[in-house]
T-cell receptor, first 107, second 117 residues
């Protein structure tokens, strides 16, 4: 079977840094993606890691370790608009999503 | 980026009726589209993979006779919820990948919120 584990909720302060971890167990693996979803909206793509290492896109970075079946999303200089749910997703021949992490940001 | 449009955004129907949701790729051709369902505060659950010109591949536990998927062209896939019941009320989202280059990115439609009375 396939499973992805990520924390259900994380709380951080505006301006701080937060890391959302994701571990996965899948039969196949091409890469790990991260998506952001605001309440009532559709998911939007943030990043994709196919190889080990860190990918940086502005305030967001994503890391992958294939040997550990582990990845994380790092959000820096948190802003109130970053309050949302964040999903890791494994790409096999289809894309399977984790349960999501709800990020709460305090002023 | 590529644009995927979904229609309708909201639909309210009576129990027992059927509802059709359309998903279009506006500026690219999508040989494969994916249909997800999401209940409040939960994850996106893959329902089926829609392949242009062939039958959809359904995930385990998804009734193919209840959730009819048609991918008649490279830019249009439809999901029909047949004989809808209140437990089918959910947020249905389609998505597609663009081209042959794998960036791992899915482009999502705006979603369709179905309420069955």
């Amino acid at each position: 079977g396939q499973s992805l584990e990520q924390p259900s909720e994380v709380t951080a302060v505006e301006g701080a840094i937060v890391q959302i971890n994701c571990t996965y167990q899948t039969s196949g693996f091409y890469g790990l993606s991260w998506y952001q979803q605001h309440d009532g909206g559709a998911p939007t793509f943030l990043s994709y890691n196919a190889l080990d290492g860190l990918e940086e896109t502005g305030r967001f970075s994503s890391f992958l370790s294939r040997s550990d079946s582990y990845g994380y999303l790092l959000l820096q200089e948190l802003q109130m608009k970053d309050s949302a749910s964040y999903f890791c997703a494994v790409r096999d021949d289809k894309i399977i999503f984790g349960k999501g992490t709800r990020l709460h940001i305090l002023p | 980026g590529a644009v995927v449009s979904q229609h309708p955004s909201w639909v309210i129907c009576k129990s027992g009726t059927s509802v059709k949701i359309e998903c279009r790729s506006l500026d690219f051709q999508a040989t494969t589209m994916f249909w997800y369902r999401q209940f409040p505060k939960q994850s996106l659950m893959l329902m089926a993979t829609s392949n242009e010109g062939s039958k959809a591949t359904y995930e385990q536990g998804v009734e193919k006779d209840k959730f009819l998927i048609n991918h008649a062209s490279l830019t249009l896939s439809t999901l029909t919820v047949t004989s809808a019941h209140p437990e089918d009320s959910s947020f249905y989202i389609c998505s597609a990948r663009e081209g042959s280059t794998d960036t791992g990115e899915l482009f999502f439609g705006e979603g369709s919120r179905l309420t069955v009375l």
